[in-house]
């Protein structure tokens, strides 16, 4: 069995991971990481574990952690993974990052995005971005992986296929994307009480979002040249689910509906996690809500010459947890798929 | 494998079925009925399904079924199961029917609630009441189950142990009820739009809900006399999701926590589903939601004599399909809890 | 013109009354207090305000607002508006308190439930319980007016004419509440977060709530004796609105609809923001949402001899702001309805 | 008195009509029209107006009502309103269409986006389309007036002034735009039932919706040439309002917040309902629920030299029922914002 700790527990990626894992055949969970409650039981902060959890909270100490485990998950502040890894720590366990301190290759960018040093940039260049279905390979033989925001991964996972064809201008990719609210984390802030966030919709973080160097980064891997973008979140009134949908301009103003599906078939076809859907069905978060799945589709519009290009899935799963659970199933030699098989929860 | 069949597979109830009977490793699912949209893929239904589910929807002819399946669910309205069923299809296959069909054991009480003339009240007698807990043997020797409604698998189970032991006065039982709008079913009315439903709770079925009926029957068998009880279910505006807050007179004013304790442990101790919370922790739904627990607790009011009793489930689950699957399981001989436990997803 | 300060201004409550004051032709807001928000404009706060509003926060000084003000509104926690009144502030200034600080006669009981000290016991007996329809004509007098609490108004407005009248046993009476999560304030808490009370119900307070001892209170009133009940709220993930759900044995088994419903008219034909709806209506909170309307109901149960009593009603309107400002009317000898004729807003 | 019949009356928009209508001053409604529900009290299917309005239902006879009234609103599907009108109702009643009939101007473009044919084209023409804010001195002459589309009223005036000034480039427009499901209208359809709708969003009718030919032609008469468009529209969990997020290429990549703030302020400064919010603060429709208000606002990107441009409204209200009353308003001389004056309501 494999050993793994999950640091930053209590905060909703952290719960999430615990939940996988409990249902994951081949990991034990040995800590609960969680500097706000530490040494309280877990199942009391998250009383969906009842009789399922009898752990309590533990500090954040990787070093001891390193000992015990096999994978370590941090589910954390951007920083503090960064702080705390080492030679030592990544010569004796596996650590998947769910903070964005590795995600970006390019130091300086990450810095100036983020506001904050980066304390262990010497670990930057050997992260692997763990955006399973495009560095599948690299991923198994990673020490630390980069897992990805939950906005990268959707909006590169739905337009990928376009850009590595070469069927779209990449300078004129905008992503309008809509979120849930459990992607605002678990901390007590006004905005994201209730009813501020219920009966209501708003665009946050426009032109300025962090996720933006990130999506350009894998859009710009994809097509070989400098991509930028325009990114623009929204805050949506539910638990769970992203939606993007993205615009861009074809290169090739006749492409037919079959040419462009058959880019898409040709990287996704064999992916039992993204599915293409059927010619004009729009992809619904509720469709993939607590699964791995990832729906994406497209629509050309003839009038304009744009293709409209949209992309669901559950944030917390394939756009945090799920995905750092199939980063650790990679770097295990495990069956991918291994404790991922949720089927999405209808209504 | 065991081959089951689903009549009525498009409503709520029935894609809940199908969810988890994908999930469980010794069924396989050979019928997906649903006379509404014979031909159409079901996975073009519930999208979630796509790439899962391969089959399209059938007819709801449970002669032609009762040859190919091991099982037959009936998730169909009141009346449909009853009209079906005959000794020739009982002696082939073992059906689980989760209407009200064979829930009553006075056929006139029953077509007097529901409005409706019994079409095979013969085979009520020999039908076994499907709440697992209780009626755990009997239902190994079934041929029919009648699924019990999701109000009284919710309500039965927090008060049982109280009326088992003789713990409070059945003539003074008020169950206020609070429900998900699954509840009400897919049917397209204008009382369960989103517009209607949102930002809104109302009573409904006030001193009339035909719920009514089978909770006073297994109230009564627990505590061995009649039961008339005050019963009001409320739509509240979410997909899933039972609470119930039930209030009796203790006969015993001076009965402490530790002795009420006492007779909840005594019943469910060793029940998996069943989760008694710890001391003073109120019973949410969300920490049961997608799974097939139930938890309950309690709450003495000394000023009043009275205690006031909670359970908290989600009605899709154990309210419906979850319990069918475990009644499936104890039919079959299988681990009672296989294909069952999927952890609540929170948020 | 009437010239009003309102201390807490940046609370829900706080935001209501300024709301329902703008629209009010005989009043101008002088002083829009809130300590956390001090120099902010307050429109800057309440974005709704824009270009509407123009005032900055301003400190909670009772004192100097006693000078520039007619009326002061306290929409702040127990404890602050009994620390600040003095009789200098009540010889200059109406000032009606939405805190439970003068609700309660017996300071003991109001020590005993809200666990502080009372800083000004002496003006406990003059204030006056503004429960419009049934202190109106003491409101007119008075200098300092307790606005009920949002439970206490729903509760008290719904079974007290079948107390007056006699009709039911004191001693059997139940609540079951039911409210939006406005009701539990703008404070920052993981408990009123969007993801931890969306797609879910919970019971709070159980056999404890403080708001109990004021409806026992009220109910002892109306019938001459001490009533003890039982009184148990829920949070329900909506912004607004409070249903009570209330049961009781009746007196007389045999009474009819019509009997019962001449109490409810005794008292009620000629309210204006007291609806009894039609027979076998139940209320629903969206019909009363943005409104100072209260709509009750009743149905009998011969079954077993109860009445199960509702009412439903806008938590920040009449159960806190608008009842405000309809004490305010009374206090200045305006139109009793002036600025409260919101039409309630579907959907 | 202005008589006032709604036809339509209980669709959400009609109802949301009759709201508005009860607080006008000037206004009389006399007729009630809904043909589903002829003879049934009107306060009965909408609860909101018990005691409030006493009339009932009755037919959608146009020329019946012509004699009565002195303004019809027509609320009702595409197709309705033209095939009713004739030159003797226009002659006698002032008539404000809230369908599309009368919106686009070259009849061959609609009845191809429609897929009807238009039963009196005659009328096209001398229809005034009532975008108050731009086209107020037409509307003060007409007989007819077009009453703009939620999602239309709301891009126009939030994209106007930077065609009108010539600052952005018309090709490239895209608008993404969120509604609340009460745009959906109050039909018995399972797309629209709360478990649909609920903890999901979606695009529909991408390249493909009616309200594109209606914009660009709005779009097209500001920056005088013809624009071409893409707009998606996405169904949001809740009940009202309307987010518009647009995007376009600067003409001039140096241009300064403050140069693009000036050609704002030169059209709306002077406007009631147009609110250009404060630099960086982003439009929430919670801020103008229930209101007749618009919020826009816009932010640089210099990176790539577009323009975000953010628009919200109550798609109920300024999107349907309000801007209806404030063109009755100009029809008949009243103050523009009589009746119309509703705070926005928080939470």
């Given amino acids: 069995m494999i050993k793994a700790g999950v640091i930053g527990a209590t905060g909703y990626a952290g719960n999430e991971i615990v939940r996988l894992l409990l249902g994951h055949k081949d990991v034990n969970i040995c800590w609960y990481g969680s500097r706000s409650y530490i040494?309280?039981?877990?199942?009391?902060?998250?009383?969906?574990?009842?009789?399922?959890?009898?752990?309590?909270?533990?500090?954040?100490?990787?070093?001891?952690?390193a000992d015990e485990a096999d994978v370590i998950f941090t589910a954390t502040p951007q920083g503090l993974c960064a702080s705390l890894v080492n030679e030592e720590i990544l010569s004796k366990v596996k650590v998947i990052d769910l903070s964005a301190d590795f995600r970006?290759?390019?130091?300086?960018k990450y810095e100036k995005w983020y506001g904050i040093q980066h304390p262990t940039p010497q670990y930057v260049a050997e992260a692997v971005y763990g955006l399973c279905e495009i560095n599948r390979e690299d991923i198994r033989k990673a020490r630390l992986v980069a897992n990805p925001g939950c906005y990268p991964t959707c909006s590169t996972l739905s337009i990928y296929p376009l850009l590595k064809e070469g069927l779209?201008?990449?300078?004129?990719?905008?992503?309008?994307?809509?979120?849930?609210?459990?992607?605002?984390?678990?901390?007590?802030?006004?905005?994201?009480?209730f009813c501020e966030v219920n009966e209501n919709i708003k665009a946050y973080g426009v032109a300025s979002h962090r996720h933006t160097p990130e999506i350009e980064d894998q859009l710009s891997y994809a097509c070989g040249k400098e991509v930028l973008i325009n990114f623009t979140p929204h805050l949506v009134p539910m638990n769970r689910g992203i939606l993007v949908t993205s615009y861009a301009s074809l290169l090739n103003k006749d492409i037919s509906y079959e040419e462009v599906r058959a880019a898409y078939d040709k990287y996704y076809e064999k992916e039992m996690f993204v599915r293409v859907l059927d010619k004009d069905v729009c992809?619904?978060?509720?469709?993939?809500?607590?699964?791995?799945f990832v729906d994406v589709n497209f629509k050309i519009d003839p009038r304009t010459g744009r293709i409209i290009i949209m992309g669901a899935m559950d944030n917390l799963v394939k756009g945090a947890a799920g995905q750092a659970v199939q980063n650790m199933n990679l770097l295990f030699g495990l069956e991918e798929t291994e404790g991922l098989m949720q089927i999405p929860m209808i209504p």
Same sequence: chains 1, 2, 3, 4.
Avoid at 40 to 53: G, T
Avoid at 283 to 291: A, F, M
């Fill in 39 to 65: 040494d309280k039981k877990y199942a009391s902060i998250y009383q969906n574990f009842f009789q399922l959890v009898d752990g309590k909270c533990m500090d954040d100490n990787m070093a001891a952690l």
């Fill in 104 to 108: 970006i290759k390019d130091v300086a």
């Fill in 168 to 193: 779209i201008d990449p300078s004129t990719i905008i992503i309008d994307a809509k979120s849930g609210t459990s992607g605002a984390g678990r901390g007590a802030k006004v905005d994201n009480l």
């Fill in 283 to 292: 992809p619904q978060t509720k469709w993939v809500e607590g699964s791995n």
